[in-house]
C-alpha cells in the first residue's frame, strides 16, 4: 500500500491543488494529512483525491466542528480526531500533527511508520525498525512545498516538492 502523506497546509489552496494534480497521477492508495488545514474549505479540495484520506486536527484548526461536518459529506473522508492509524496487511501506519506524540508511538516499535506535522520542516529518522517522518509543510513558509510517497510495502519514501 502507498500513501501520500502531506500537512501544515495553512489554507494555501494554490499548492495543494498542485500536490493533489501530482499525487493523482502517481496513484497511491490512500492521502494522509498530518493535521493544520486551517479552514473547513480545504476539506473540499481535499476530496479531488481519488482514493480515501485520512484527517487529523492540527493546532491550527479554525473551526473542528465545521471541518469534521464538511467532511461527512464525503464517504471517502475521515477525520480520526488527534491521532490515526491504518492498518494493512503490509504493517500499521499512524499518524498525528504533534511531533511529542509521534515520537512516543515510533518509540513502541509497533508501527512500521509514524508521520506527524506541527514543525513545517521535513525530517525522517529512524526510531528501532520504525519509519518518523515529518512531510515538511505544503504552505510553503520555512521550507519549499512537499509531500511525501510512503509505501508500506517496501518500508521506503519519496520526498515530493510541488
Avoid at 96 to 109: C, D, I, K, L, S
Wanted: charged residues 25%; contains cysteine.
Amino acid at each position: 500500500m502507498k500513501l501520500a502523506v502531506m500537512s501544515d497546509t495553512h489554507d494555501h489552496l494554490e499548492n495543494l491543488e498542485r500536490a493533489l494534480k501530482k499525487i493523482n497521477r502517481q496513484k497511491p492508495d490512500a492521502l494522509v494529512h498530518c493535521g493544520d488545514l486551517c479552514s473547513p474549505f480545504v476539506v473540499d479540495r481535499l476530496a479531488g483525491f481519488r482514493g480515501a484520506v485520512h484527517v487529523v486536527f492540527g493546532n491550527n484548526e479554525g473551526d473542528r466542528f465545521t471541518i469534521d461536518r464538511a467532511a461527512r459529506r464525503f464517504e471517502h473522508i475521515a477525520i480520526h480526531g488527534e491521532f490515526g492509524f491504518i492498518e494493512t496487511g503490509e504493517g500499521v501506519a499512524a499518524f498525528t500533527h504533534r511531533p511529542e506524540f509521534a515520537e512516543g508511538f515510533a518509540t513502541t516499535g509497533r508501527y512500521k511508520a509514524v508521520f506527524y506535522g506541527h514543525t513545517h520542516r521535513h525530517k525522517a529518522e529512524r526510531i528501532g525498525d520504525t519509519w518518523l517522518i515529518n512531510p515538511g509543510e505544503l504552505l510553503g513558509f520555512i521550507e519549499r512545498p512537499r509531500y511525501i510517497i510512503f509505501d508500506l510495502a517496501q518500508g521506503t519514501f519519496r520526498s515530493i516538492d510541488i
